[in-house]
Every structure is written in C-alpha cells, then in structure tokens.
C-alpha cells in the first residue's frame, strides 16, 4: 500500500543540522581505562534506552483483525486530519546530511509506512505495540531535534495531540473499562514545556545550549561507554532525551515521576564530575541548568496540584474526539465515482472496468487457499449493503472496508504473482485515496 502514498522528503521530521559548526569543547570526561566486560553488561542493562513503558496496570489485548481494522483506521485518519505534518513521517530518514547521526541517537526509528507494513504483515502482537510505536514517531522527532526554538517540535507535539485523540477513540472506546495500553501523564505537554524552556537556556561565554552534554547518555559522549568507575557512582543513568522518551512513550504516569528525573540529570552528573579535573566546567553548566529547572518544576509541581490541574486531569481522562457521522448519500457518491474508473494498459492501449474484480465476494470453490492469506474479505456489494443499512458509523469505518479490499488483493495476487490484479488494485486504490 505504501506505493500509492503520498511523496515524502524522507526526513522524518529531523532538521538538518546547521550550517555553523558547534565549538569544540575539549573534555576529557575522565574515561580512564575502558570499561570492563562485566561492567559493559551492567551499563547495557542500566541504561536508560533499555527502559520501557509501564504495563503493571496495563490489560493484556492480543492484536487481532477487529483490533487491527482500529490501528488502521487510527493511521489513515491521522494522515487525513494533519496532511501537512504527516509528511514528514512517511518514510525513513534518508536525508544523507544526517541519516547517520540519527541513527546514532536514536534507537527506534519508525515511521508511517513502516507502521503501515507491519500492520500489514500481522507484526503485532498486541495493541500497545502499536500505540508504542506512533508514539515513537513524536518521541524521536523531540529527541533528535533539541536545537533551540526548532521548528520541528511543535509539529511533533502537534501530531501526538491528534494520535492520542484517535487512539483514545478508536481503541480505548471501544475497550473501556480496559486499559490496553499506557496512559501519557494527563500534563504531558506543560512537563514539555519545562524541557523546552532547558532547551533554551545558553551559555555566557559562548552562547551554546547548557544542556548539550545532558540530552543524550553521558556513554553517546564517550565512544559507546561509560567512563570508568561511572556505574559504581551513579545508580539510575538519565538524560533529558531518555526523559522526552519515558515521557512522551507512557513511562510516567505522574508529574512527580517526570520532575524526579528531570533534578536525577544534574544530580548524577554533580555526583560524579564534582571534585574532578573536569568537574569546574560541568559545574557550571549543572547550576545553571538547576536554577532554571527549579523554577519550571515548581510551577509544574503548583499546577498539579491545583484545581486547575485537578480539572485538566478530570479533562484529558474523560474528554472523546467527536467524529461526525458521514451521509449515506455522500458514501454513495463516492461508491459511483469509484465504480466508474477505469484503467488503460499502456503496453497493450487496452482500457477496461477497474473494479470489475472487486464488486462481488471472492469465490473459494474456485480459489480454495484465500483464506489461508486474507482474513477479513471484503467486497464492493458488501460495502453498498452496508452503506444502505447505515452501518458506518464514521468515516474511518468506510475508508478501511474500501482498502481492505485492495489490501487483500495485493496480498493474495502477490504471492500468486497475479501481476495485472495487483496493478488494478493499486491504481483504483489511489483513485479512491
């Protein structure tokens, strides 16, 4: 299905990196002696990118096709209601300025169309894989781009809005009262908010961000590992991106938990610089970086627990996106409209009815295997039945019994390498789209 997509930059909603190379900042950062195998393990266990979400509180719900029909439904309303943001996570990074420096920093590249696939392919195994994974799009779109006001964070914040939206409609609706995947803490955009204001905050002399050292693992700084004795110092490693992560993936289910690891960023690192040949420069950076955190953490801290905080919590618990039910008359236009295409093959200048295939269910006496690759038939007749008892609900709904249909054509014709039913499929697809 991703050949019909719209055409994407491929930057996944990175920045290029500017122009103006950073100064040099000579530390040694007091590697010492590599560290050992033994505590290369340990800093592989202790380290903050292996942290997933909570799921103590979290039901089990196995993916399967009513499950799957939603996770599609949320994909395609989610490209439909923020067209302009989503294009920049269709693909893969492929910008070659900064595909290997993403790669680097971030651990769980996804995508749209990689989402796409894998919901294609039957990937997931349960729901809160999915919402994991749209999650990571805004997730590492925040993580990579920390330069100052970038432009690309409030794109992010922005699509997250819209897929915790459809999520919650789509999936938590209908499973209430089961929570199948973590909740975001009800202030996750003000607990945003106080990174961003980190973001901003520079240094005197040279005008460069304070938090640079502190947005990623102190190991990214030191080839990959931990500087000697580190581990033996620090109990919990953290970092602002691993923050944004935990954050924005559904670790933390209170503000308290958010801010606890916000103050652990300076602290380990007064922990272990203090006292050092290194520890001046650090210093410096972490009393600044403190000074500006406690005042956004304590208003944090005062909107929580006030009844302002108290009514947004109540808000973001209970507050459903309405979708408008679409007109029968409307659906059945389009039905029209898609019934008319037709498709020329350029090779033999022959024009025939594209949908001629897809007007009636699929006969099984005659292709007795179809179940074995499709398991939600799908069909033209069905769709204007159901159209004329109006079943759909919303217009996702409609949508999703429209490419199913296409979708099954192209797993089954694929594998049987039925070529012309494929191209017909992906052309009246792209006409319905």
């Not at 505590?39 to 096709?65: C, D, L, Y």
């Not at 609706?173 to 961003?196: A, F, G, H, Q």
């Not at 949908?355 to 398991?375: G, Q």
Request: charged share 30%.
């Amino acid at each position: 299905s991703s050949s019909t997509e719209e055409a994407s930059s491929g930057t996944g909603g990175v920045a290029a990196p500017p122009n103006k190379k950073a100064k040099k900042v000579k530390l040694k950062l007091s590697l010492g002696k590599s560290t050992s195998k033994s505590e290369s393990k340990s800093s592989r266990s202790n380290s903050p990118a292996s942290t997933t979400p909570i799921v103590e509180t979290v039901g089990e719900a196995p993916m399967n096709a009513t499950r799957r029909a939603q996770c599609y439904k949320i994909v395609s309303s989610f490209k439909r209601r923020q067209p302009s943001n989503s294009k920049w996570f269709l693909k893969p990074i492929s910008d070659p300025m900064i595909v290997k420096d993403y790669k680097e920093k971030i651990s769980n590249p996804v995508d749209l169309g990689a989402i796409t696939s894998k919901l294609d392919k039957n990937q997931y195994s349960t729901v809160a894989e999915f919402v994991l994974d749209l999650r990571r799009i805004c997730s590492n779109c925040l993580q990579y781009n920390t330069t100052i006001d970038d432009s690309f964070r409030p794109i992010a914040t922005d699509c997250l809005t819209t897929m915790e939206q459809l999520c919650k409609f789509f999936i938590g609706k209908n499973e209430s009262p089961k929570i199948v995947y973590p909740r975001l803490v009800y202030c996750w955009e003000e607990c945003l908010k106080v990174i961003d204001a980190l973001l901003k905050i520079k240094n005197p002399d040279d005008g460069y961000q304070t938090a640079h050292f502190f947005l990623q693992p102190v190991s990214f700084f030191c080839g990959g590992q931990w500087p000697h004795g580190y581990l033996e110092k620090v109990q919990k490693p953290m970092d602002y991106g691993t923050i944004v992560q935990n954050l924005i993936t559904g670790v933390y289910d209170s503000a308290e938990k958010f801010a606890a690891d916000c103050r652990l960023v300076t602290s380990n690192c007064r922990l272990f610089y203090e006292g050092t040949e290194d520890g001046p420069v650090f210093m410096e950076k972490v009393n600044r970086l403190e000074q500006g955190m406690a005042k956004q953490l304590a208003q944090l801290s005062s909107y929580d627990k006030s009844d302002k905080g108290a009514k947004a919590r109540e808000k973001f618990r209970t507050k459903m996106l309405t979708i408008k039910k679409p007109e029968q008359a409307f659906l059945k236009d389009i039905l029209r409209d898609l019934r008319a295409t037709t498709y020329t093959d350029k090779s033999a200048k022959i024009t025939e009815k594209a949908t001629l295939h897809f007007e009636k269910p699929v006969d099984t006496s005659m292709f007795t295997d179809y179940h074995k690759f499709v398991d939600t038939p799908m069909d033209l007749e069905t769709v204007e039945r159901k159209i004329g008892s109006d079943a759909y609900a919303t217009p996702e709904d409609f949508e999703y019994d429209i490419l199913t249909i296409f979708r099954n054509c192209d797993k089954y014709n694929t594998a049987k390498k039925y070529f012309h039913m494929v191209t017909l499929s992906k052309h009246t697809a792209k006409v319905f789209r």
